[in-house]
T-cell receptor, first 116, second 111 residues
Framework: NAGVMQNPRHLVRRRGQEARLRCSPM?????VYWYRQLPEEGLKFMVY????????ESGMPKERFSAEFPKEGPSILRIQQVVRGDSAAYFC??????????????FGNGTRLTVT | GQQLNQSPQSMFIQEGEDVSMNCTSS?????WLWYKQDPGEGPVLLIA?????ELTSNGRLTAQFGITRKDSFLNISASIPSDVGIYFC???????????FGKGTHLIIQP
């Protein structure tokens, strides 16, 4: 049973370019979460999605960032016109139910975005 | 927003020693989780706690959900080299909220 799959593992973008990060949840999981981790910091919640719906995007910057989880295919976190401050590790997590309840989050190995 | 204060920030211990770390908060959480993160990887869940006062073990790891719901601790007994890594506590209020993470405890084991 494959875990949460994220790609690419490493992504380098120049300032002003777009970054697209992909996440395939664990089999049977319909709830996806995106977190951002800066060096020497804990993970910060960005957005929570179910299939075709954004449930909570309170942790996501209002500009340049968007997320989707279509009916078919992986969840995508999109960052437009990247700036150096977007450099971080972005982690996706999935679960079978809302929040963690009795179903804790399982994390992928992250995408490390570097903006030059 | 909610914050978790995790301590210590780092620990240098000898192999075989016991380890204790904790998380405190000024606000209540209804679920506490402990994760371990190795370099270049995502956090891996170690222990999940769902009830105030709950004490749960996973091998050499033991964690407790504080009675006030504002704190939790993680103990590791008889540490071994593969215990090296960063340990994060995380709290959840409920529903569809995202997890709030502490800043991590770096565990370094000297042979």
């Amino acid at each position: 049973n494959a875990g949460v799959m994220q790609n690419p593992r490493h992504l380098v973008r120049r300032r002003g370019q777009e970054a697209r990060l992909r996440c395939s949840p664990m089999k049977g999981h319909s709830h996806v979460y995106w977190y951002r981790q800066l060096p020497e910091e804990g993970l910060k919640f960005m957005v929570y999605l179910q299939k075709e719906n954004i449930i909570d995007e309170s942790g996501m910057p209002k500009e340049r960032f968007s997320a989707e989880f279509p009916k078919e295919g992986p969840s995508i976190l999109r960052i437009q016109q990247v700036v150096r401050g977007d450099s971080a590790a972005y982690f996706c997590a999935s679960s079978t139910t809302a929040g963690t309840g009795k179903a804790p989050l399982h994390f992928g190995n992250g995408t490390r975005l570097t903006v030059t | 927003g909610q914050q978790l204060n995790q301590s210590p920030q780092s620990m240098f211990i000898q192999e075989g020693e016991d380890v204790s770390m904790n998380c405190t908060s000024s606000s209540i959480f209804n679920t506490w989780l402990w994760y371990k993160q190795d370099p270049g990887e995502g956090p891996v869940l170690l222990i999940a706690l769902y009830k105030a006062g709950e004490l749960t073990s996973n091998g050499r790891l033991t964690a407790q959900f504080g009675i006030t719901r504002k704190d939790s601790f993680l103990n590791i007994s008889a540490s071994i080299p593969s215990d090296v890594g960063i340990y994060f506590c995380a709290g959840l209020v409920g529903g569809a909220d995202g997890l709030t993470f502490g800043k991590g405890t770096h565990l370094i084991i000297q042979p």
